[in-house]
């Protein structure tokens, strides 16, 4: 389903090359729910650029869909964001001044659909908020607002969801319930991978593909929660060794 | 995107900072008003002045001496033309229905202790017909007190009651010059015509002007009344033809008066009218364009402070199309509010200085079409390089703003 093979992607900074991402890659099957963890500075924010249509990588290439991705032009990735990706961000990233409904329909507007309303509802509903559609994300408590931004992200029905710290911003019983939220679309058949550099989000996925100065690594051996998943990461995943 | 849900979120967008949009739009809003309103009045001023000028009929023909000069340098009038030559185109010229020599130049004028200097105008009562004037109060001199040398004056409104106040000049006696003349009559008030105000002046019988007052033999201007529906061309080449034999020139030397009629009047006045008009436009469009950079300015501002959004917008699937249109119609929206509250404001602006001042104001659809397209113009032009720059921002720094 997604495959990106030998993904490279340095950055100059401060008179520094910094390999944000060595040589990395990750392959997520169709129906997976995986976590790519590490440490701030391992490269998981670049992977998730990548492999989120924002940015491209140097070298190496990015098939989603079976449909290499990595050489498309500006106009074409966005159309992809648009239709095979959905975001979902740690601090929401909804628009303000536009109602939960509205915000839900605006990538279907940006993809030309006449449907929008009535697709947008849908995903509301999915998300369990087809009561608080009209209000504006001010009215609406944390836990709220990241399941309208979950309904966005899936209202396009995308090939996979990208959650970039889901839980981050959340008090822990919420971020729970995000997280069962997650597993529930999970069990209905979407893709989800989840970037986070904590261990306990970690563990509700299936796998978890762990970085490390750019590389893909095996977590730390202290890592209580992690290490319960290794086995089951090496039967799953043996090039993530 | 369906393109009334970008106006949509454009005007929400206006809305959420009413007071910056307002601002930002107040340039368009005063420099719409001032173009329609300048041209309006520019165009009302031109439109009275011509019908003054027709008013007064158009088979006029006024006669000056040729000015002397080389190389387009006036150094002098020449002074050539005498009361006989007027007596002589009176006589001698065909349609020729009344004619009113001119001479004038400024003395001060008395009475008691108030005194003002002002132009003292000699000429016959034939010149209150040819010139459109009326008698207020009082007469005119006649033609008898003009051949009699008579020390009579009619004032002007304004010379009246800048000497007389509120009481009633006729019959006092006024100086000019020092010399004594008795009022007969006061003119009725034509208004300011901005180069020349008719009502302060005085006027007295050309002969006393001539001989009494500036003890010259020479007139200024001949102003010569021809009969309605009669050929102008025709009277004017008699007249250059009887100056030329009576002031003795011989052939290929040129004429030595120069005769202008209404038409040459209109179309001289009305080519500076239309400059002036076309100034006060463009006094108009430059706070127009000082506006476009004003919304230009909050449309920076805009996007900087919506970085984010774009951010947001561009991950969840914009094109660099979509972000611009996007940024361009909230630029077109503010100019084109603008344009319309100035267009509101300037219609406004030009009735009431219609209401208020002597001059009427006109409004032609075409300097409303002109300002309104114009700022729509604007709103396209200084909001395109705000919505470039959004629309070029980069979707991975653009969600990491803060």
Known sequence: ?241 | MLFWMIVKVAFKSLMANKLRSILAMLGIIIGVAAVIAMLAIGTGAKQQVLDRISAMGTNLLYIHPSPRGTAGVISGTQLNLSDDDARAILQKIDHVKGLAPVVSRSFQVKYLNQNTLTQVLGTTPTYLSIRDFEVESGRMFSDFEVEHWDRVAVLGPLTASNLFGFSDPVGQVVKINGINFRVVGVLKSKGDQGWFNPDDQVIVPYTVEMHVLMGVTYLREIDVQCEEGSDLDAAQNDIFALMRQRHKIPAGMPDDVVIQNQSQFIEAFSATATTFTILLGTVGGISLLVGGIGIMNIMLVTVTERTREIGIRKAIGAREFDILSQFLIEAMLMSGVGGLTGMGLGIGTAWLVGQVSPFPTIVRVYSIVLALVFSAGVGVFFGFYPATRAAKLDPIEALRYE
């Open chain 1, 1 to 241: 389903m997604i495959r990106a093979e030998n993904l490279v992607k340095t950055y100059v900074l401060g008179g520094q090359v910094v390999h944000a991402l060595d040589d990395v890659s990750v392959t997520i099957r169709e129906g997976e729910m995986v976590a790519i963890r590490g440490p701030s500075g391992s490269g998981k924010s670049t992977l998730m650029n990548i492999l989120g249509c924002l940015d491209r990588p140097e070298t190496g290439q990015y098939f989603l869909a079976g449909e290499d991705v990595s050489k498309f032009s500006k106009n074409a990735l966005a159309e992809v964001r648009n239709r095979r990706i959905g975001f979902v961000f740690q601090n929401f990233n909804l628009l303000p001044r536009m109602s939960a409904l509205e915000n839900v329909e605006l990538p279907l507007h940006y993809a030309g659909r006449h449907d929008a309303v009535k697709a947008a509802r849908v995903a509301l509903e999915t998300v369990g908020l087809s009561d608080r559609s009209h209000h504006e994300p001010a009215q609406l408590s944390g836990g709220q607002r990241q399941r309208v931004a979950i309904a966005r992200a899936l209202v396009t029905n995308p090939a996979i969801l990208l959650a970039d710290e889901p839980t981050g911003a959340l008090d822990s019983k919420t971020g729970e319930e995000i997280l069962a939220l997650f597993k529930t679309l999970n069990a209905n058949g979407h893709t989800i991978l989840v970037v986070t550099h904590d261990a306990h989000v970690a563990a509700h996925c299936q796998r978890e593909i762990y970085l490390h100065d750019g590389k893909i690594a095996a977590p730390p051996n202290d890592d209580p929660v992690a290490m319960s998943q290794i086995a089951a990461d090496k039967e799953l995943l043996p090039e993530a060794v």
